[in-house]
């Protein structure tokens, strides 16, 4: 199985790729469009800011290679956030895979810290994301921006208000959490994924 993790400015790629390759797979890191489009599976991880990072991929088109593709695609942090419609970080337009808009962070209590950096639970999972899970588990969180419950949501958490933990549509998964900084509930999620 080849799978592809695309190449773009953020950072965490290279975390990503290494929990990859703990699970046996063999990542390639690119962003050749004819290597996107032949992967069996594609990860779209990062982390960075929404504006500057949709201009980098609008540059270098991979924008519209990213929305083409049909293979399964797995969207992390700031890579679930750029797969929805619209982001307030920047006013930006995103790639609207996702119907949904990013908000940011408005604390109501003092001891509410932004960004969130940290352990969560996730709740009301489904999808083949969240096979084999069977309560609530923590996961590791690190973000200033997220997407409010929609259609999309496939797993729920609750920081500030309750908010979209992971988004499913089509061909195309997406988690706010770092699967990949998640101990061993990251490393069954990234499993599944791969299946």
């Known amino acids: 199985m080849q799978v592809s993790i695309v190449k773009y400015n953020a950072g965490n790629i290279r975390s990503v790729d290494n929990a990859l390759r703990r699970l046996g797979a063999e990542p390639i890191i690119t962003d050749d469009p004819t290597v996107l489009r032949n992967s069996d599976r594609v990860i779209f ?6 504006e500057s990072t949709m201009q980098y991929l609008h540059e270098h088109k991979l924008d519209e290679i990213i ?11 700031i890579g679930m956030q750029l797969l929805c419609r619209h ?14 808009d990013v908000r940011r962070f408005r604390p109501t209590e003092h001891n509410q810290k932004v960004p969130q950096m940290g352990w969560n639970t996730i709740n009301d999972t489904k999808s083949k994301l969240f ?8 996961v590791y969180f690190v973000h200033s921006f997220y997407v409010p419950l929609c259609e999309a949501t496939i797993a729920t958490t609750d920081y500030i ?3 979209s933990a992971a988004l499913h549509k089509d061909n195309f998964f997406a988690t ?6 998640s101990g061993s509930v990251g490393e069954q999620i990234l499993k599944n994924f791969l299946l």
């Open 45 to 50: 991880p990062g982390q960075g800011e929404a």
């Open 67 to 77: 929305k083409g593709l049909t293979q399964p695609v797995l969207g992390i942090c």
């Open 87 to 100: 982001s307030e970080e920047g006013n930006t337009d995103c790639l609207g895979i996702f119907d949904a």
């Open 131 to 138: 096979e084999g899970f069977s309560k609530p588990e923590f």
């Open 161 to 163: 208000q309750p908010y």
């Open 176 to 181: 706010q959490f770092h699967p990949e900084k």
